[in-house]
């Protein structure tokens, strides 16, 4: 990084470590394709699916937030945690869907659920990931309950995207406003489609570098 002309950094907390070594940093979020996850499914009436997807490496922090589910599915056995992932996981009370993970099949696994879930820790590694379930959940037009952690910040927003949570009581209060209001879910889905396509699209990334470059000539 000292020899280079510019420094593209995927969030503030990278931007903010690199700056210790170069001058000229700027904050590149992730982005996708907001159209791929814009995918008309039927979501099911008769049961309620939270989604997460992920990979091995990340499943602990999946298991962190059982104890919350859990006792979600308690009180409404409706209740389905749909797992997009290379593994499944044992459960007391709480019906797991475990889905493989395919390119082709993603976008309307996530489109046909009815909340994401972001679940992770708040330590310098988890600082640096830069939230692309957020992203895709948030393009699928889910309303998202997520850490209050990192990134997760800039995106999950009380009343507007979703809502941010730390401990478990705060997860299962979250969940549960969003689980019994199909209204509230669908408009802090449709406000989160559109900071994803306003903000995050690989168009407009591309605008951000594009101009970056220019400022450098």
């Known amino acids: 990084m000292e020899v280079c002309d510019a420094v593209w950094a995927g969030n503030r907390y990278l931007a903010d470590a690199a700056a210790e070594i170069n001058g000229h940093v700027s904050v590149l979020p992730t982005s996708i394709q907001p159209e791929k996850y814009n995918v008309a499914v039927d979501k099911p009436q008769d049961y309620l699916d939270l989604v997460w997807t992920g990979g ?10 059982l104890p919350a589910l859990e006792s979600l599915a308690q009180r409404y056995p409706q209740l389905h945690l749909k797992i997009i992932a290379d593994f499944s996981l044992e459960t007391r009370n709480l019906n ?34 830069c939230a692309l379930k957020i992203l895709q959940y948030m393009a699928a037009g889910l309303p998202v309950v997520a850490s209050a952690a990192g990134v997760n910040m800039d995106l999950v927003t009380d009343w507007e995207t979703g809502y941010p ?26 406000q989160g489609r ?3 396509v306003d903000g995050y699209s690989e168009f407009s990334t591309a605008r951000k570098m594009l101009a970056d470059l220019d400022g450098l000539g």
Request: hydrophobic fraction near 35%; glycine fraction near 6%.
């Open 56 to 65: 091995h490496s990340t499943r602990k922090y999946l298991v962190k937030a």
């Open 194 to 196: 559109q900071r994803v």
């Open 165 to 190: 949570a730390e401990t478990e009581t705060q997860w299962s209060a979250r969940l549960e406003t969003l689980i019994r209001d199909v209204g509230l879910r669908e408009r802090l889905g449709r």
């Open 96 to 129: 797991t869907l475990p889905i493989a993970w395919g390119a082709a099949t993603e976008a309307e696994q996530l489109a046909s659920s009815h909340i994401g879930i972001a679940p992770m820790p708040d330590n310098p590694w988890t600082r640096g990931k």
